[in-house]
């Protein structure tokens, strides 16, 4: 992460983690500067208004480290959590994995068996999505393309504790404060992003 260096250039400084925020909380306890320095940090991770995904309550990426997610969000780090509220929404189906094979290349049929092997986990323990969810590449593309998401503007904090350990929510002791430091990503223009993703992706794999 260059964000000294960039921000020292005057540079607009984006990050976008796709795991748990251990190494950005890591550097913003070094240098709380780094908060105010850094444009935007988009991040796969949470959710708000829907369950979780290893617990009732929380997201894997931050259940993995609540801690850190709650220091990122109580610096004044300015986020986009991209979580499962919309990421359980664009998935890709076993009609994707076929049209990979029909390219007739080896980097087709690789990518169709492998994400055939996902799917067929998200069949056995998210049925009701039909697909596997594209969770990081949306997260990535919001950061590259923000009209892709429209926000919920809030503050974050995450529970510490007890069985909701983990969970993302809108932090009650902020809620009437005038500042704001999060945007939670809640509705997603799927039809857009998975044209845009399905026809890098084809690209690629027809090298």
């Avoid at 964000?3 to 913003?28: D, E, H």
């Avoid at 908060?35 to 935007?40: L, S, V």
């Avoid at 993995?64 to 890709?92: I, K, Y």
Wanted: aromatic content about 6%.
């Amino acid at each position: 992460m260059r964000t000294k260096t960039s921000a020292a250039q005057g540079l607009p400084v984006r990050y976008a983690p796709t795991g748990p925020l251990t190494n950005l909380a890591m550097a913003l306890v070094r240098d709380p500067s780094l908060a105010r320095t850094t444009n935007q940090v988009t991040f796969m991770g949470g959710a708000l208004a829907v369950p979780g995904n290893v617990s009732p309550f929380a997201e894997a990426n931050t259940h993995n480290d609540p801690e850190a997610a709650d220091v990122v969000f109580g610096l004044g780090t300015p986020v986009r959590m991209v979580g499962l509220d919309v990421t359980h929404q664009a998935v890709l189906t076993r009609e994707d994995t076929a049209r990979w094979r029909a390219l007739g290349t080896d980097a087709g049929w690789f990518f169709a068996d492998m994400t055939d092997h996902y799917i067929e986990i998200y069949e056995k323990n998210s049925p009701h999505l039909g697909g596997c969810a594209l969770h990081d590449p949306l997260a990535v593309a919001a950061a590259i393309d923000p009209t892709l998401v429209r926000c919920l503007r809030t503050n974050l904090s995450v529970d510490l504790e007890g069985p909701a350990r983990g969970r993302t929510l809108c932090d009650p002791k902020r809620l009437r404060d005038k500042k704001k430091d999060a945007d939670v990503a809640l509705v997603v223009d799927v039809p857009r992003f998975l044209k845009e993703f399905r026809t890098r992706l084809s690209h690629a794999l027809l090298a």
